[in-house]
């Protein structure tokens, strides 16, 4: 049976990574999105610029430390969790015993398949960070404007994301 | 630092095109130190256009804007910075950041601009407050006062860093005729005992003629009138009377035209409703 294998190369090279990519475009990077919209069409940004606090500084370079560092730690948090659910599957499904799937687990993935699946999600972190506040920063024109750069940040960040994951995979794991 | 003498700020031959469409056509002002200047005139007039040249976050087309004696239109961001520390400005709105409490915005810039320790930002955050009426409202968010004490924290705000300078967009609308008072007793007292000079673009003329000490009426890009508050209320010129007793019938015309108007709200027109337009008139 290969499923261990199959849930430790998959989930950290791939699962992991995008899904939790996904989650966080869909509950942080519109967020962020949405707030920074806010402040700018109701000239929070512009009181900010005009108290000389440079709106870069004062509110992307945090949110970008946080999404850098909150990212890989949540695909760490997710990884457990996947290789759990694999546990549960092959226990109480597949009637494995629990000594075997940790052990078929831990040969069948190398360090270099976690490794790969943490510097996407580096990289997916500063994707999603950058789409959302550009999105924000961007807005016009009220309480409108902010729902569009809203969704427009939501689609631009899943589409950028999916099509780095596949450039990230094919450097790492096709290129010779 | 300015002696007497030289402006604060000194404002020639500004020009601001946006196309084909004159918004400041050609003015020239300075204003010196202690001195109160309230900016007047109607709606989409350019009142805000010159406030946004003269704080630096418009660039002219041509002319030449001095603050504290540097030229503002020359500057990169960094140098428009550290001009912009030396004055306070408070917001039509507030803009008031809305995730901070009341005490949080008033103490944001002694927190970005100085070393001050926590104890005492937390003293000049408390006496900026008692000034405006508004101690004992520290923890309060934003979302939780009224409009009117929103623009009072805004002006608490503004005073935070004691700036020379202070612009204020509409100070007192929105506020009850008490608190107008309060308002325009505070702007008397620092510009009177802090030698603080104010630049107020305001609607209200019974607030605009208690605090100025020179005004400037603006009309289509132009100045129409300037003179200290006597000389405005004794002017000769129409506009300028039918404005300052706020008569509906007069010679500024009523309607912009709907190119103006358009251009005002910075909104492209929308295909959608252009389409719509041109099937209505079809069927009419």
Redesign the interface.
């Given at each position: 049976m290969y499923v261990p294998d199959l849930v430790m190369v998959t989930l950290l090279r791939e699962m992991g990574p995008v899904l939790i990519a996904v989650i966080v475009i869909g509950r942080s990077g519109s967020a962020v999105a949405a707030?920074l919209g806010?402040?700018k069409v109701?000239?929070?940004i512009?009181?900010?610029?005009?108290?000389?606090?440079?709106p870069v500084e004062?509110l992307v370079v945090p949110r970008f430390l946080a999404m850098l560092i909150m990212l890989p730690a949540l695909t760490i948090m997710g990884n457990y969790i996947g290789v759990l659910g694999g546990w549960a599957v092959c226990r109480f499904a597949l009637n494995f015993n629990t000594a075997g799937y940790i052990l078929r687990a831990l040969q069948s993935a190398d360090t270099w398949d976690l490794y790969s699946g943490m510097i996407k999600s580096g990289v997916f972190a500063w994707l999603i960070i950058t789409i959302a506040c550009n999105a924000g920063l961007r807005v016009?024109?009220g309480a409108e404007g902010v729902g569009q750069a809203t969704t427009a940040s939501v689609v631009q960040a899943l589409l950028a994301m999916l099509v780095m994951n596949a450039v990230l995979t094919g450097i790492f794991f096709f290129s010779a | 630092m300015n002696s007497n003498g030289e402006p604060i700020i000194e404002v020639v031959d500004l020009v601001r095109r946006f196309g084909d469409r004159t918004v400041i056509n050609d003015i020239s002002f300075s204003i010196h130190r202690g001195e109160t200047l309230v900016i007047m005139g109607g709606s989409g007039c350019g009142k805000s256009t010159l406030l946004r040249h003269i704080i630096g976050s418009m660039k002219p087309t041509s002319g030449s804007v001095k603050v504290f004696g540097e030229e503002i239109t020359m500057m990169n961001e960094r140098e428009i910075a550290r001009v912009r520390r030396r004055f306070g400005m408070l917001f039509q709105s507030g803009a008031l950041l809305a995730s901070l409490t009341v005490g949080e915005n008033v103490a944001l810039p002694l927190l970005q601009h100085t070393d001050r320790s926590p104890d005492e930002i937390e003293d000049i955050v408390e006496t900026k407050l008692q000034m405006v009426g508004l101690s004992g409202f520290e923890n309060l968010k934003p979302a939780e006062i009224s409009g009117g004490m929103k623009k009072r924290v805004g002006l608490a705000r503004a005073l935070a860093l004691d700036p020379e300078l202070l612009f204020s967009d509409e100070p007192t609308s929105g506020l009850d005729p008490i608190m107008t008072a309060v308002v325009d007793q505070l702007t008397l007292k620092l510009t009177h005992g802090s030698h603080m000079t104010a630049v107020v673009v305001t609607h209200d003329m019974t607030s605009a003629f208690r605090i100025a000490t020179r005004m400037i009426m603006l009309g289509h890009g132009d100045i129409i009138a300037q003179g200290t508050p006597d000389e405005i209320r004794t002017s000769s010129n129409p506009e300028v009377q039918q404005f300052i007793n706020g008569e509906a019938d007069g010679p500024i015309p009523l309607n912009l035209s709907q190119d103006e108007h358009e251009h005002h709200r910075h909104v492209k027109p929308r295909p959608f409703l252009a389409a719509r337009s041109r099937f209505h008139h079809k069927t009419q």
């Open positions: 707030e806010t402040m109701s000239e929070e512009e009181a900010l610029e005009v108290m000389a606090i440079n004062y016009e024109g | -």
